[in-house]
């Protein structure tokens, strides 16, 4: 089956023709050789073939129907004859696709066609003498088909189908003879001249792109019936099917879903834009309405039960997954067409999406400005877009919304409800603000171009039924971007490769905006709505190449990503598509390798100066020493390495005349000291300790730090050990320095360290717990009852211990939920696991 008169090709084992194909009747099950046989036109119009006697009347009837034309034209006047032929192409119309759609369903259920000639053995031997009707169907065939064909070798099914050629025959081009002729006929009114079309203007633009239309349109006929043959363009396979024969979507069925019933209208609109008649117009939209009609009851039914449905069965369904895991999850409210869909009287954020759209609606009571309104509409749409984009790009590189969730003690699935309700609001907002712009400007109109109109109109009923499209491919958890936040749940990573899809790769860039681009034609092409049409179209494309590209790259591999659609194959043809193509693809890459830059910098830099200073620790005199007692355990070639909670011994000797009693050691990060060697420029913050146990008295914790003090007669020296009343308990590079009395002129620098985060045990809980336990021991902020009170180290805050568990664990725990627990370490670690299991298991 195919499409010209279906959404599918087949493709037959002949490549050029069916002819001699084998075939097998539907229900008998014999087998045949397809006769050769041709298309519509070579079959009226060719000389060389030969005429059946139906064939010459349908040719006739066609000429009749022109001189018809031409003379109620001349007598009866152009009005009268528009009407009488706008009532034919109806007629024809409703024969087409009521008369062949009723005849089709019932052959396609009950082979009432092949049945009745069977029971009045129309094609049998010695019929014909018998009954007029079998000699009039014998006669018919045997003067259509070649004098060697023998009807009594071919089963009844296919006799039947050459029968049901000629009507089709008859229908289908006294369809198209009084729609033209119509068409025509609605010239006479037209204000199009030759002298006009020499401008460029918008009546020159509108015959330009009508012209264009219907070019493609031939096109897109002539190349159907290159891959189709008259096979399908004549339904064959309601009679019969070809054997080794699948389903392909080849040249213009690559293109587009259904493209006899699509885009094989084209020209419908085409000749409607020349006209520039809006009745023209409504007559074009009332005729393919009927033929998406027939499509929907006759050929799509027909098209599931022989070949299958175009959704593989199979699919997964992640939206019922996520319902059968969790009893508590109800369907998210979204805004399809003009309407809202799961609404839930339970849930309050359905209130209030429901309750702004109502809102921003009445607000046109209040007779608004365009201008404001235009300035509403403009900030909604930058926003939302920003809001939307910031947030999938933060969690697709991060996972930063679903952290910020978890991290204050709620569900991953609840971060995704969240997100539900951000995105369909978002969404909400834009369109409705959108629909007001649209409705003030048109109403601020002085005259209204009702062809512009209609054509609005169209592109906005193209758009919801991409939407709907879109939906029923990827289901609610790929409308909603649910792999971003939910790839757990994702057993058999895999793009959706089947509706709308097998044509276009990223639909919402092309079909997604035709809305957009209908309200400039619902306001005449107003600056305002073009500019708001343009940043939608912008927002979508950004959207999909910087935030919705890198992660289907990430989540299903580059060869996914990679895939071309059907669309693109297509053009890609095209060499100068091509090459354009292939370098947006470098430029936008470009873009995204900037947009990657890694978050680490900071501790990059640290490490690069750390290593920078090793070799410039700066001392006075060759009798000056000021180290850095060395662990083997932690440190090892030099590279001195501490981890949070260690105690830190510094050694250091100086000459006696350089010596002061309120001589001091600081402890700094490398990055917070500058480029001054010779005077420190920045606080201690507390972070230091005296040389001796004299210099500071009323200091308890400066002079606690001295474990060693010596005076020599030619040099002092001594010990002091950093614990955790002075050290830092956040990681990074740091350096000692030793200044001299009570002021900041530097000394003694000490080679640079790092204070490192421990790796904390994370194979169970309970390891996790005891692990954490043991740390914050060592770092004395824990009480009695083993909760953490940051009162007992103030250098140890609720911020710290947050960076610590981030740092050691990757997982975040805000201070709010350490609250809510009061503190309660295992609490806080059980919560932590649960969080780094689930942080690990999305992609």
């Known amino acids: 089956m195919t499409e010209t008169k279906s959404g599918k090709a087949v493709a037959p084992a002949a490549q050029d023709s069916v002819a001699g194909t084998l075939a097998v009747c539907r229900s008998s099950g014999e087998e045949f050789r397809v006769p050769k046989t041709h298309d519509m036109l070579r079959s009226l119009f060719d000389p060389r073939l030969r005429k059946s006697f139906l064939e010459l009347c ?60 069977k029971r009045n053995g129309l094609f049998a031997s010695g019929a014909a003498s018998k009954s007029w009707l079998a000699s009039f169907c014998q006669f018919e065939i045997a003067s259509k088909m070649p004098r060697e064909y023998d009807m009594a070798q071919y089963p009844t099914e296919f006799n039947v189908w050459l029968l049901f050629r000629q009507f089709v025959d008859l229908v289908l081009m006294q369809d198209f003879t009084t729609y033209v002729l119509y068409v025509l006929l609605s010239f006479s009114k037209s204000q199009v001249t030759w002298s006009l079309l020499q401008h460029l203007n918008w009546t020159s633009c509108r015959v330009y792109v009508g012209t264009l239309m219907l070019l493609l349109n031939v096109w897109v006929k002539m190349d159907a019936h290159r891959v189709v043959k008259d096979y399908a363009w004549y339904w064959g396979d309601f009679f019969f099917l070809l054997k080794d024969s699948n389903l392909i979507f080849d040249g213009v069925f690559n293109i587009s879903p259904h493209p006899m019933y699509s885009i094989g209208y084209m ?23 009927l033929q998406f009609l027939f499509l929907k009851y006759v050929e799509t039914p027909h098209i599931e039960r022989i070949y299958g449905p175009d959704q593989p069965s199979s699919i997964e369904r992640v939206d019922d997954q996520i319902i059968k895991n969790n009893r508590n999850y109800t369907r998210p409210l979204m805004m399809t067409y003009f ?6 009287p339970l849930r309050p954020t359905d209130y209030f999406t429901v309750g702004t759209a109502a809102a921003s609606i009445s607000a046109i009571l209040l007779n608004p400005k365009k201008e404001t309104v235009f300035a509403i509409t403009l900030f909604v749409k930058l926003v939302t877009s920003m809001v939307n984009f910031f947030i999938l790009r933060r969690q697709s590189t991060d996972k930063w919304f679903t952290k910020l969730f978890l991290r204050n003690g709620y569900t991953q699935l609840y971060s995704y409800q969240m997100w539900q309700f951000i995105y369909n609001f978002n969404l909400m907002l834009s369109y409705v603000t959108l629909a007001l712009q649209t409705w003030i400007q048109f109403q601020a109109l002085s005259q209204h171009d009702y062809t512009n109109v209609i054509f609005g109109f169209i592109l906005v009923a193209l758009h919801i039924w991409a939407d709907g499209e879109i939906l029923n491919a990827l289901t609610e958890f790929g409308w909603f971007y649910g792999d971003f936040f939910l790839t757990n749940y994702i057993q058999r990573p895999k ?49 999909v190449t910087f935030v919705e590209s890198p992660h289907v790259a990430k989540v299903y591999g580059n060869e996914m990503l990679a895939r071309q659609s059907g669309v693109g194959k297509t053009l890609l043809g095209f060499t100068p598509i091509k090459h354009f193509s292939d370098w947006l693809d470098k430029f936008s890459g470009s873009l995204i390798d900037m947009l990657n830059v890694s978050t680490e910098g900071r501790d990059q830099l640290e490490d690069v100066i750390a290593a920078a200073l090793q070799a410039t620790t700066r ?8 180290e850095i007692n060395r662990d083997s ?16 011994e510094i050694s250091w000797k100086l000459p006696r005349e350089l010596y002061h009693d309120e001589d001091w050691i600081g402890l700094y990060r490398v990055l917070e000291t500058g480029e001054d060697r010779y005077r420190t420029l920045v606080s201690s913050r507390d972070h230091w300790c005296a040389t001796n146990t004299m210099g500071y008295p009323k200091s308890v914790k400066a002079i606690g730090a001295v474990k060693e003090f010596t005076k020599g007669d030619t040099c002092v020296q001594g010990r002091v050990v950093f614990d955790h009343n002075l050290l830092y308990f956040e990681k990074g590079v740091y350096e000692f320095r030793y200044h001299s009395t009570s002021g900041h002129k530097v000394l003694m620098i000490s080679p640079p360290f790092k204070i490192t985060v421990p790796q904390l045990d994370l194979d ?54 350490m609250k809510r627990v009061n503190y309660e370490i ?9 969080m780094k299991k689930i942080l690990d298991s999305l992609r």
């Open 339 to 344: 309407w809202f869909k799961n609404f839930d």
């Open 267 to 289: 020209g419908y609109y085409g000749v409607s834009l020349i006209t520039g008649d809006y009745r023209v117009l409504l007559v074009s939209i009332l005729g393919h309405f």
């Open 619 to 626: 001392k006075l005199s060759p009798d000056s020493e000021f």
């Open 764 to 817: 169970t809980p309970e390891a996790l717990y005891q692990s954490t336990v043991k740390l914050l021991e060592k770092c004395h902020c824990l009480n009695e009852n083993g909760r953490f009170e940051h009162s007992k180290n103030k250098y140890l805050s609720e911020r710290t211990l947050q960076k610590l568990f981030r740092n050691s664990t990757g997982a975040d725990i805000s201070s709010d939920y």
């Open 826 to 834: 295992r609490e806080i670690t059980e919560r932590i696991y649960e």
């Open 633 to 648: 355990e932690n440190n090892s070639d030099g590279d001195f390495s501490f981890t949070i909670g260690d105690s830190i």
């Open 495 to 543: 793009l959706a490769s089947h509706g709308i899809y097998r044509y276009l790769k990223n639909p919402e860039c092309v079909l997604g905006v035709a809305g957009a681009w209908g309200t400039v034609l619902i306001t005449d092409f107003s600056v305002e709505n073009i500019i708001l049409a343009t940043i939608w179209t912008l927002s979508n494309h950004i959207m």
């Open 58 to 117: 349908i040719t006739l009837s066609l000429v009749a129907n022109c001189a018809f034309c031409y003379w109620s034209w001349r007598v009866m006047g152009g009005e009268w004859a528009m009407r009488m032929y706008l009532a034919q192409y109806l007629a024809w119309r409703l024969t087409y696709n009521l008369g062949i759609g009723l005849i089709l369903h019932y052959q396609s259920h009950y082979e009432f066609l092949t049945e009745f000639a």
